[in-house]
Structure formats: structure tokens, C-alpha cells
């Protein structure tokens, strides 16, 4: 499967469901099952009162989504299965791609994805009510998280970096309407802002 064919099949998954100035320490996160970036992409398998379905979608005879279900009560009262958790290999390669994880609505609440297909997560999303609210990125493959970007009603509002892999953010972009209103720089490495550039084209 070509990139570019990967990249079509990540957003019709996505699409479709199956698919402050003060430094934060940017210490490398839990693993892959627990939907943050900076992990080895493993498949946990079936956990513990959990079934799973399997789907071939591109039909090649492998496996290529993961549905893991547990059994429940819905909003009626009735007994069925609820999904908690899906897995999706989109390249074909035999290996997870995409992880997401659902709460007791099947509401999506993280997704874990492996954009460059080399094994570990780099790229994780966080939503609420089904927004994503939170990115975070381990841009140099280091195993650490180096960018955070926020969001507010679907806005980015807010991007925060690592710039020199210290651990620590260094660098902060708050953002107004669709374009930067100003960027922060710590220059001594003692976690606050001491250089502010404006935009001069903000409001």
C-alpha cells in the first residue's frame, strides 16, 4: 500500500470511527495501551472479560482492525456489548497503526497513532465529547513528547515545544482566531517566558 493510499485510509478510519507560562516536564509517558504518545506500538491483545472482532478490510486475507467489546448494561437496561477499544493496522505491515479508546457512550476519548509506520507512537489526541482538545507530539522520535498543541471548541488556541529536548517547554504560541497572536521564549531554561514576540498583523 503507497503512502499516500495510507493517509486516505487513516482519515476515512478517523471520519468513520473505526479508525500558562510555567514549564511542564516532558518525562516519557505511559505505554501504548493507555493511549499517549512516546510508546512502543504493541497490540495488547484481549484483556480480561473483553471479546474481540476481527476485520479484513482490505481484503487481503490479514486481519486488519481490532474491535475489542465488554459486556454491559446500556441506557435501557439491556445487556450488550460496548466497544472500549480499536486497533488498526493501516499499512498492511502486520502492526498496529492506530489505537483508539472509547468511554461508556463509545464516545472516543484518545487515539494513539504511529504516522511514520516505524513501530512507535508518535502522535496522540485527546478528546472531549468528541472534539479533539489536546495533541501531543513526539516530533524527533526521541521517545519523549516535545509538542503539545491545545484546543478550545475546536480552535487551536495554544502550542507549546520543547525545542532542545531538555524535558522541558521552552517555547509557547498563543493563537487568535487563524493565526498567531504571540510567541514566548525561555531563554535560561528556568521554565518562564522571557522574550515575547508579537505578531504585528494580530488584533
Known sequence: MSLMKSWIYIGLCALGGLAGCAGKQAGPGPSETEGNASGDVTRPGKRPGEKVRELDLNRDGKTDVWIYLVSGKGPDGQERDRMVRKEIDVN??????????????????????????????????????????????????????????????GKLVRKERDTNGDGKVDNWEYWKGDQVDRIGDDLDGDGKVDRWTKNPNAD
Open 92 to 153: 498492511a505491515d502486520g502492526r498496529v497503526d492506530i489505537t483508539q479508546f472509547f468511554d461508556e457512550q463509545e464516545e472516543k476519548i484518545r487515539e494513539a497513532m504511529d504516522q511514520d509506520f516505524d513501530g512507535r507512537i508518535d502522535s496522540t489526541l485527546t478528546f472531549e465529547k468528541g472534539v479533539n482538545t489536546l495533541t501531543e507530539r513526539d516530533v524527533d522520535g526521541n521517545g519523549q513528547v516535545d509538542v503539545w498543541v491545545y484546543y478550545e471548541n
